[in-house]
């Protein structure tokens, strides 16, 4: 789905996807600064915990050229009864961030949640530090339900907080 | 490990044990009102999901003649950098909850929590109308750091909160 005034598509990733997403993927991932993910993740459980099958839906963010830019995944918080509040989940290559594709992918992907019928998105675990993500979800809407103390070993900054973020759909 | 002064024992769960425990946490994930579980999780599913390898520990209350009357698993709530604060889950079979069976296992999880080296244990999903085992977790010095508004599905509440529910080891 080519969206005007940008210069990258956003849509669903594919199997094929996944070279241009774990260069930058691994990289976010082994700074150990904004993922709760180990930092020595192997490329075959990256790709197993991000490729998810639906009700997942995963997307990129990709130029004309067909370089992927950024990633993001939605699907639900929670099983059975609490799968009507929406997780999500976002990856922007660090050589493109500051140009907008956070944020187009998270307005990608709400209306996504919203057209997948969800009531609301959460996240459980926004590190406090990550200034950037924090503001953007609260631009976005989304406000701090709790703070989960000490709850993050940033490599440099020690243990900090982990937000959950929340909003309506 | 036997405890005294208590008709069962609570020592960890061997692949024997499911046997015991499948009957009584179907009849609970079934019911819809307290996990958020689907309701038609099959037997395959729900072993995978309770009997977690490491770094997670299960347990199980048995009685003297072999009986298993509840479960509990513990380990990380979340990965790499945030894997220092626990997360467990119970279940005890209804037949026998209001014996104390609850409260031994939640005092010896958090006992092997703190042998772990987990600094803290944080529940996501508490269902708040679920007043005995909220209560439970208050009386054993949890707080709710947050309640998500309406993010659970009750059969005969409607739409209730979840809590974030946490406390230090």
Same mark, same amino acid.
């Given at each position: 789905m080519v969206k005007s005034g940008r210069f990258y598509d956003i849509r669903l990733a594919n199997d094929d996807d996944w070279a241009g997403i774990w260069p930058f993927l691994s990289e976010i991932v082994r700074a150990?600064?904004?993922?709760?993910?180990?930092?020595?993740?192997t490329e075959q459980q990256a790709r197993a915990r991000w490729l998810l099958p639906r009700p997942w839906r995963v997307f990129v963010a990709v130029t004309p050229d067909g370089r992927v830019i950024g990633t993001a995944k939605v699907g %639900?918080?929670?099983?059975? %009864?609490?799968?009507?509040i929406a997780n999500a989940s976002f990856m922007v290559d660090p050589r493109n961030t500051g140009g907008g594709v956070g944020r187009a992918l998270a307005e990608h992907v709400l209306e996504a949640a919203r057209r997948d019928g969800y009531r609301a998105m959460q996240f459980n675990a926004v590190v406090e530090t990550n200034t950037r993500a924090v503001a953007l979800w609260q631009s976005l809407g989304f406000e701090i339900l709790a703070t989960i103390p000490e709850a993050f070993r940033h490599p440099t900054n020690g243990l900090v907080g982990l937000n959950v973020m929340y909003r309506k759909l």
């Open positions: 150990g600064e904004t993922y709760t993910w180990r930092t020595d993740v %639900p918080n929670q099983d059975g %009864p609490g799968d009507h």
